[in-house]
């Protein structure tokens, strides 16, 4: 069953470890958070980068305004793991 989520002003769906619709700053994105290596948050300025670095060397770049999208987005590669 897909879990909506919300991440900005975006409701992404997440079902089976694929994220749909995630904004980036090339467009909305679906991402495998099974094959997310490494999720980097840079220093906050008036708004925070966060890189999804993937298995294949791509590199998605999430925009974080509210400064949450960091915590959904680790806790959604970690229940990929499980």
């Known amino acids: 069953m897909a879990q909506t989520i919300a ?3 975006t ?3 997440f079902s089976k470890g694929i994220l749909t619709n995630l ?3 090339t467009g909305a994105s679906t991402i495998d958070m099974s094959r997310v290596t490494a999720i980097v948050r840079h220093l906050p300025r008036e708004r925070t980068n966060i890189d ?4 294949n060397g ?3 770049v999430v ?3 509210e400064g949450a999208v ?6 959604l590669m970690i ?3 499980d």
């Open 23 to 25: 904004p980036t700053q």
């Open 63 to 65: 925009v974080d305004v």
């Open 11 to 13: 409701a992404c769906k």
């Open 79 to 81: 229940s990929t793991r």
């Open 7 to 9: 991440i900005g002003e």
């Open 52 to 55: 999804l670095h993937m298995r």
């Open 58 to 60: 791509s590199i998605f």
């Open 70 to 75: 960091y915590d959904k987005l680790v806790d």
